[in-house]
């Protein structure tokens, strides 16, 4: 949506959501502006090269690659399996990889960006969520790499979200003890990660970063225990 009202024509990728991807391209049309929605399952090794295609068959160009589908994944680090492992890895680190590959001669020619969408777990040991931090982790030295080897011509860096939209199942007093730890005590939402991403989009001498929109939680707390 703010890239809509920012003036972009938009390649929407979903999975199975296709209802709000319809509404999205109908909203983009009240706009004045295009919106393609492309189906596809991006842990598929085929899906990126066909949703790439498709974006250069609606409008032969790209200047704003945008990578932000990924699982949440919650099993134990004691019951990751192989497959378990590679699931999460396919999408959430490797379809980034694809995607950026085969859309590089595009945004090569646009002289565009890359956004990567990492959170706090590519920094924090997540436990709960251990497959996935790791996965955002390589995401977010994936985005260093991918900034060294498409430069000068293209830009990538990287969103770490903190707190800006909670699980529907999220426990109300988790939610509200993650405000608390947040220096600014307060909640983010998800129209403070869309300012990050048009920044990033637009700002034409930043590459390689990954810039935390988390009220200042990586800052992690005001001093030693008891204060000493």
Known sequence: MALLEAGYDL??????????????????????????????DLSEPSAPEALVAATT????????????????????????????????????????HLLVRAAAALLRAARGAVVNIVDLSAYQAWTEHPVHAVSKAALAHLTRVQARALAPDVR????????????????????QALRDRTPLQRLGTPEDVARAVLFLAQADFVTGQVLAVD??????????????
């Not at 990538?156 to 988790?174: I, S």
């Open 156 to 175: 990538v860096n990287a969103v770490a979200p903190g707190a800006v939209l909670p699980p529907d199942d999220y426990p109300q007093e988790r939610w």
């Open 57 to 96: 068959e609606a409008y032969g160009r790209l200047d704003l690659l945008v990578n932000s589908a990924a699982s949440f994944d919650t099993r134990p680090l004691a019951h990751v399996d192989a497959a378990a492992w590679d699931a999460v890895m396919s999408l959430n680190t490797r379809a980034p």
């Open 11 to 40: 390649a929407v990728h979903y999975r199975s959501s296709k209802e709000p991807a319809e509404t999205l391209a109908a909203h983009a049309h009240q706009l004045g502006r295009r919106c393609v929605p492309i189906q596809g």
């Open 215 to 228: 009220g200042g939680r990586l800052l992690g707390p005001e001093g030693p225990p008891g204060g000493a």
